[in-house]
């Protein structure tokens, strides 16, 4: 990717895709998609061929047909992109990591918001676990011997590159069987912090509604009667005034990718600066920062089998809003 395009956001999905969401600006006016693509992700011309062949990119909002077709200045391009799973990850010490817990087995991670957890397509520098292997370089032998992936040592859940706070890593053989399984079984307790918009009128719910790719926009997930099931609980926790929002307590039942994101949004009340599920124009509290910060996890140690609970503190920036004191509250409640 040149310089000029690096400024340029790839949104990245916390499950196994990696998505390309982005207006195009005054510089890919009149260029091919398949070189915009290309200029963009760092992908070879061949690779973007074969996405459009396969129907992965639209523009907005139609698939695309030809590599040759034309973008236009604020055109919405959507993809869905190759994952590179075969790369290992170089270690790089400026990537800044906060470790809330160092256990011989895990490392319990404050990830701040702007990060990606690791890398792929558009986003192969300045990941969080690069700064972790930077640290702690013995993990880079985990997927060497067969415990997760080359590009993702010790991860057994991800964040997105939006939403900060708690995630484990493993450091172990061990942690890493142990901690998937956990994940898998959906026995990880993860309580999120979120601001909505609008006023929830109910104190507490439940949204039960089964989530799946999207038909429309292979970049979204959505609700869809064929979906995974996924359940997501939230609490009102404060009302804000001006603009109208509420800060929810929110817990996950399951982890679907963007679960709380596509739920709150199909309730009515979108995370705020959520351009994805929410309004994409709307007024941003700090660049792309969603205001979604998971703020809790527990979980079984994988060797003394105790139950870990480890809570990052609400970030300043979502403090300002208000409700800090009713959400840090419901973080360390039992």
């Not at 909002?61 to 604020?74: F, H, N």
């Not at 990830?111 to 558009?122: D, M, Y």
């Not at 679907?256 to 124009?281: E, F, K, L, S, W």
Request: hydrophobic share 40%.
């Amino acid at each position: 990717m040149t310089e000029e395009f690096e400024e340029i956001p790839v949104v990245v999905v916390d499950d196994d895709d990696e998505i390309l969401d982005v207006q195009a600006p005054a510089l890919l006016d009149g260029m091919r998609v398949d070189r915009a693509i290309a200029h963009l992700t760092g992908l070879s011309r061949s690779d973007v061929v074969r996405m459009i062949d396969q129907g992965d990119v639209r523009i907005n909002g139609s698939v695309v047909a030809k590599p040759s077709t034309v973008l236009s200045s604020g055109a919405q391009i959507e993809a869905t992109l190759p994952v590179d799973s075969d790369g290992s990850v170089a270690p790089d010490p400026e990537v800044a990591i906060e470790v809330l817990l160092e256990d011989d087995g895990f490392l319990v991670l404050n990830k701040a918001f702007e990060l990606v957890v690791h890398p792929g397509a558009g986003n192969r520098r300045g990941t969080l676990i690069a700064g972790v292997l930077a640290a702690y370089p013995e993990m880079a032998a985990l997927p060497l011997n067969g415990f997760g992936e080359p590009a993702r040592p010790g991860v057994v859940h991800r964040l997105d590159k939006g939403t900060s706070g708690l995630l484990v890593v493993a450091r172990t053989p061990e942690a890493f069987v142990s901690l998937s399984e956990q994940i898998g079984s959906h026995d990880v307790v993860r309580r999120y912090i979120g601001i909505v918009e609008g006023y929830v009128e109910s104190p507490r719910g439940l949204v039960d509604a089964p989530i799946g790719r999207s038909a429309t926009s292979p970049t979204k997930m959505a609700i869809r009667p064929d979906g995974r099931d996924a359940r997501t609980h939230y609490e009102v926790l404060a009302r804000l005034e001006e603009p109208t929002r509420t800060v929810v307590g929110l817990t996950l039942e399951t982890g679907r990718t963007h679960q709380i994101r596509v739920h709150m949004a199909a309730i009515g009340h979108a995370i705020v600066n959520d351009p994805r599920y929410g309004q994409r124009n709307e007024r941003r509290l700090n660049h792309d920062r969603l205001a979604l910060h998971a703020g809790r996890l527990a979980f079984e140690h994988p060797t003394t089998k105790e139950i870990v609970v480890v809570i990052a503190p609400v970030p300043r920036d979502l403090k300002l809003l208000g409700g800090a004191v009713e959400a840090t509250t419901w973080l360390e409640k039992a």
